[in-house]
């Protein structure tokens, strides 16, 4: 089992920066690629970014490239998703995610992902 526990949200102004941060326990971390994903209210979960478990490769859904960057520190079993230039559109509850397979150079499936966190919540005003 991982236990995943997001933390970081709030409220920003539209044009600002937030970091998330998601600390993981449980099962050897850097067995994990790791992923963000949001779901905005009436909508399904989408992928946001995704991080190998070596932290070498990184892949990001156009909506927020340039402007997102993920990064991990495994020495703190930590997953980081520093956001930039935030629009309205990106409110939402942002979660974040393992998968024991890997997701180089795509997507990390939500189909695929083994462990959840229970989300935090970004709400970006205009």
């Known amino acids: 089992q991982v236990q995943l526990l997001e933390s970081g949200g709030g409220l920003v102004q539209a044009g600002g920066s937030l970091r998330l941060s998601c600390a993981a326990s449980g099962r050897t971390f850097s067995a994990y690629d790791m992923g963000w994903f949001r779901q905005a209210p009436g909508k399904e979960r989408e992928f946001v970014a995704s991080?190998?478990?070596?932290?070498?490769?990184?892949y990001y859904a156009d909506s927020v490239k340039d402007r997102f960057t993920i990064s991990r520190d495994n020495a703190k079993n930590t997953v980081y998703l520093q956001m930039n230039s935030l629009k309205p559109e990106d409110t939402a509850v942002y979660y974040c995610a393992a998968d024991q397979r890997s997701t180089f150079a795509r997507a990390m499936s939500r189909d695929g992902v083994d462990y959840w966190g229970k989300g935090t919540l970004v709400t970006v005003s205009s």
């Open positions: 991080i190998t478990r070596t932290g070498i490769s990184s």
